[in-house]
């Protein structure tokens, strides 16, 4: 009878053994070829600091350009020491907000643009704040008033990384990079943060190659790198 109970625990054993099969186990962080589907969340608190002023108002303008929409410029006030955004549309004047500290207006900098984006039209300014923080303000006109979608202050590359023919917005930021990815879809940006999703300590984008380098926190993993295709990452050999 003991004899018989040994045997059966042997074969049990085996069964149990057999049902663990290395192949089954996600093992993400050593794996060579992975896709990771990235969450996207709609960005909001939007600071709309936009108002309508008198052309009487405007001391300078610094910068100009005719879109779409009418006139976009930057300016000054009478102190002279912050640049603000302004649009004349409709034949009224509004102030978009501060857009940049006062500076030489180096175009590599300071930046007037529009763009179309999945049959939208958004317009914008770029600034610069403190030595090197580039800083990029997007609007649109919604219910016949100018609007505020987006702020994005760091590294920002405006690139269609999977050839879709739509705009991802990566913008990296810190010391250590922080990378986010931002999509424009129904009139609204969201925004993916790769380091969370990776759980990794830095994220920065190459933009020559458009692969995303990733290095993980210590004792994880050896670094990465990904490429970009439709809200996915995936591995890059």
């Known amino acids: 009878m003991r004899r018989l109970f040994c045997l059966l625990y042997f074969f049990i054993t085996l069964s149990l053994v057999g049902c663990i099969n290395p192949t089954n186990i996600d093992n993400t962080s050593d794996s060579s070829n992975v896709n990771i589907d990235l969450d996207f969340s709609q960005v909001n608190n939007v600071n709309n600091d936009i108002e309508l ?4 108002d405007i001391s300078d303008v610094l910068l100009e350009k005719d879109i779409k929409d009418g006139n976009l410029f930057i300016f000054t006030l009478d102190n002279k020491d912050t640049i603000y955004g302004g649009l004349k549309y409709n034949n009224k ?3 978009l907000g501060v857009v940049s500290e ?12 529009d763009l179309n984006l999945n049959s939208s039209y958004v317009f914008g300014i770029q600034g610069i704040f ?4 580039l800083e990029r303000n997007y609007f649109h006109i919604k219910d016949k008033v ?3 979608l987006l702020t994005l202050s760091g590294y920002i590359i405006e690139k269609d990384l999977d050839n ?3 705009t991802e917005f990566i913008n990296t930021y810190g010391t250590i990079p922080t990378t986010e990815i931002y999509i424009f879809e129904n009139n609204k940006f969201f925004v993916s943060n790769l380091n969370n999703i990776l759980n990794a300590e830095s994220v920065a984008f190459n933009r020559d190659k458009a ?3 990733v290095i993980y926190k210590k004792g994880q993993s050896k670094p990465k790198l990904f490429q970009y295709d439709n809200k996915k990452l995936i591995t890059v050999e």
């Open 164 to 166: 879709d023919d739509k």
């Open 146 to 148: 100018p609007y505020k």
């Open 211 to 213: 692969i995303f380098e």
């Open 93 to 95: 004047y509004y102030n």
């Open 102 to 113: 006062p500076s030489p207006l180096d175009s590599n900098q300071i930046k007037l643009f």
């Open 53 to 56: 002023i008198n052309k009487s």
């Open 130 to 133: 403190g030595s090197h923080t």
